[in-house]
């Protein structure tokens, strides 16, 4: 007599696909020439990369992100740079501007001083040069020449004392500096 298979016994084109261990089936006894040793138990499956819980930080990922961070710096450091000798070449250019004016106003003074008069007038300014049939006079001021006459008494005297006025000069706080401007 023959038995009828049944419909849900027949393997379907999915469990095919699988490995007979994920399908749930026993493994069959197997037989030695003195006992039969009981079905063991499946081993447990081990799952495929991909398959468990999603992570967002893979190793495709990771290897994106060094690839993008050495890119990152192979850019960034030239850029750096290039933008600070551009931003040196700007201010060498001011300051060549700046040079360049400056170098014709002193061109403009050399100019002025080489001309008759301005030579004439520095002679008379500064030589105290007179031209033939002129008098000259000269006029002192009497502040001045006083100050002067205490300075040669003042060093006349005996270096000791000499020595401990200028140390008592250095001693005062200077309310004015030699460029004229007010002591801080």
Same mark, same amino acid.
């Given at each position: ?45 081990? +799952? ?9 930080? +893979?190793?495709? /990922? ?10 990152? !710096? +192979?850019? /960034? ?17 001011q300051q ?8 014709? $106003? ?11 008069? /301005? ?7 500064? =030589?105290?040069?007179? !031209? ?11 502040m001045l ?10 060093? $006349? ?5 000499? !020595? =401990? ?12 500096l030699p +460029? ?5």
């Open positions: 007599m023959k038995v009828p298979r049944r419909a849900a016994a027949r393997p379907t084109s999915r469990d095919r696909a699988r490995p007979a261990a994920s399908r749930g089936a026993a493994r069959p006894a197997v037989h030695s020439g003195r006992a039969r040793i009981p079905a063991q138990a499946a081993p447990v499956a081990v +799952t495929p990369p991909g398959s468990g819980p999603r992570s967002y930080f +893979t190793r495709r /990922a990771a290897v994106f992100a060094a690839v993008l961070f050495v890119v990152a !710096m +192979t850019v /960034a450091i030239p850029a750096q740079r290039y933008v600070a000798q551009r931003n040196n070449i700007s201010d060498l250019r060549v501007a700046q040079d360049t004016e400056r170098v014709a $106003e002193l061109e403009r003074q050399v100019a002025a001083a080489n001309e008759p008069y /301005a030579i004439e007038r520095e002679a008379r300014r500064r =030589l105290h040069y007179v !031209m033939p049939g002129e008098m000259a006079f000269r006029v002192s001021d009497p020449v006083q100050k002067e006459q205490e300075a040669r008494a003042k060093a $006349e005297g005996p270096w000791w004392d000499r !020595m =401990l006025d200028s140390v008592d000069e250095a001693a005062q706080p200077v309310s004015e +460029t004229g401007r007010a002591a801080p």
